[in-house]
Structures are given as C-alpha cells and as structure tokens.
C-alpha cells in the first residue's frame, strides 16, 4: 500500500490525494504535522532522494526561518535535524511504498505510474 506523507491543508497534498481517489488508487495518509515523522525515516529518504529533494526552500516555513538556520543547513545530518524540528519544511507530499520513494511534491507522470 502506498503511503502519503504530508500534511492536511497542504494544497500540493489535496490535490495529490484528489488525484489518487479520482483514480482509485489505494493510500494511506500518514499527517507528520500530527502523527510526526521519525529520524529513521528522514535518513532513508535522505539516503535514496538526498536532502536537497526533501527541503523545502520555497516555502513558507524555510523563508521565515532564521538565516544562521538556513546557512546551518549544509549536508543530511543538518537537513534531518531541521526537518524533524520543523516538519513543514519537508517538500510534500512524499509518496512512498515499500519504504521506497515513489515521488516527491506534485510530479503528474510519476502518478501515472502509480496505476
């Protein structure tokens, strides 16, 4: 089963979640705003996409960020420790199956291989 990862009122994630029921693809949710996200699972994605996929430089979150935070940010070990702190800078949604990264943030052709 595939897992999406990201939060709620994430308009990338609903329109993702539109695109997966119009389809009748079967997910689960999995709201890290909520639920969290763990270190092991940061690492893994770090591991398998890098970190530069993972960390959201265009949103909100990472612009109201302190500069010293941002300059901080420099190789996975830093990444990690800032996305676990501040989980909406994780780019969204992330979709994964089998603990392997199928997509990250709205990718229309990756979805299609979803079917």
């Known amino acids: 089963m595939k897992i999406i990862y990201g939060i709620k009122n994430c308009n990338t994630v609903k329109k993702v979640l539109t695109y997966l029921d119009e389809h009748a693809i079967p997910y689960t949710f999995h709201d890290y705003k909520k639920a969290g996200i763990t270190k092991d699972r940061l690492e893994s994605w770090c591991r398998q996409a890098g970190w530069e996929a993972l960390v959201n430089k265009k949103g909100t979150t990472w612009r109201q960020l302190d500069d010293t935070v941002k300059e901080g940010v420099t190789d ?22 089998q603990d392997k990264i199928l997509s990250i943030g709205w990718n229309e052709e990756a979805l299609q291989q979803l079917k």
């Open 76 to 97: 996975a070990a830093s990444a990690i420790a800032l996305m676990a702190a501040h989980t909406s800078v994780i780019k969204r949604p992330v979709i994964e199956e």
